[in-house]
Nanobody, 116 residues
Framework: QLQASGGGLVQAGGSLSVSCAAS????????MAWYRQAPGKQRELVAA???????NYADSVKGRFTISRDNAKNTVYLQMNSLKPEDTAVYYC????????????WGQGTQVTVSS
């Protein structure tokens, strides 16, 4: 199970952080990620991190967002800086037990709204 928290409303240029705590599958998680889905758009990968700490980011958030992971707390974080209105979306955390392929475990989503 994945429980996301954080998010909210912020003005453009501001910062927000979201976090996602894992339970039940924590000893087998290899990858964790944040996706987002804006109204009328497909869900897209924002950032991902492996249990070894390797990260990758969508081009649209590189240099602004940082994904991190606390293995002791089984939690993944997404720090979002220099937010833009186009970052407005529901943000979902996801987890996988392997190194490639789809993410089978999903959190419930948390709303991030950036006003202009």
């Amino acid at each position: 199970q994945l429980q996301a928290s954080g998010g909210g409303l912020v003005q453009a240029g501001g910062s927000l952080s979201v976090s996602c705590a894992a339970s039940g599958i924590i000893f087998s998680i290899v990858r964790m990620a944040w996706y987002r889905q804006a109204p009328g758009k497909q869900r897209e990968l924002v950032a991902a991190i492996t249990n070894a700490g390797s990260t990758n980011y969508a081009d649209s958030v590189k240099g602004r967002f940082t994904i991190s992971r606390d293995n002791a707390k089984n939690t993944v974080y997404l720090q979002m800086n220099s937010l833009k209105p186009e970052d407005t979306a529901v943000y979902y955390c996801a987890a996988a037990l392997n190194t490639v392929g789809r993410y089978p475990y999903w959190g419930q989503g948390t709303q991030v709204t950036v006003s202009s």
